[in-house]
């Protein structure tokens, strides 16, 4: 499994870090609250050649991290559609698996 791999584990570390575990959500807002999670904005499922890249990861609180998945449906909600925006022109062109 992906997210038991070393490769992840220690990007995992390497995002947290860059981010001073600190969840970047509560940043735009203003506050503070440490990381727990580190997200892929494009999903794994979607776009599987983004799974290690940096400019597709950020530190997320659990609770905000929760908030970018409708876990009912697996689709993206508008706070992650957001980060997707905010990312897209910097990733590669590939087309999307599948809708987001």
């Known amino acids: 499994m992906f997210y038991k791999s070393t490769k992840w584990k220690n990007k995992r570390a390497h995002i947290l870090r860059r981010d001073e575990y600190m969840c970047r959500e509560c940043k735009r807002y203003g506050k503070t609250a440490a990381a727990t999670t580190v997200h892929h904005i494009y999903p794994l499922e979607h ?5 290690l890249v940096n400019e597709n990861l950020v530190s997320l609180c659990n609770d905000h991290h929760e908030k970018m998945h409708n876990r009912l449906t697996g689709e993206l909600t508008s706070s992650g559609l957001e980060w997707v925006e905010r990312i897209k022109n910097k990733l ?3 087309p999307l698996r599948e809708k987001i």
């Not at 776009?47 to 799974?51: F, K, M, V």
């Open 92 to 94: 590669s062109p590939l």
């Open 47 to 51: 776009r599987p050649d983004l799974a």
